[in-house]
């Protein structure tokens, strides 16, 4: 009969493909890790880098100041105020923002030495221009009239109902 062959299999070392593929990292990436050695160098000078350290080092003392922050009524409600105005620009057409801010520059444009007579004034308000936005001004308001009107009356009538 015949002897088996002894078969030892090379003990495999996983970080040996690691060790590998960081050794030819660098000339492969040589581009990338140029920029990166430079970006680090930046927020070294500006100071980028003590300011992560100190924030990681006293990771406690931050978060415990930014939940006080939080706890605050004020920063409630500018966050709340925040995300209304998220609301009020999503509900914008994009062709009516650019509307806005081209009437913007323009109205911030060179100043004049005397103000607009009251006569230039009505004829402004009188031309067909000026009545589409003083319509959509009126308009506004008239929503917004209605709507804290509702809103107070809702408010009026949950505090009755508390007190019984």
Sequence with gaps: MANPIAFKPKPIDPREG???????????????????YDLIQAAHDEGILDLLHGMVKHKNTVFEHLAEGAKKQESVDALRNLISLGKVLTAI???????????????????????ASMWQLFKSVSSREGRRGLTLVVELLTALGTRRFADSELLDKSKALAKR
């Design 93 to 115: 057409e994009p062709e009516t923002m650019s509307c806005i801010a081209a009437a913007l520059s323009t109205a911030s444009g060179p100043k004049r030495e005397e103000p």
């Design 18 to 36: 690691l060790r590998k593929k960081l050794e030819t990292a660098p000339m492969e990436h040589a581009e990338a890790l140029l920029v990166g």
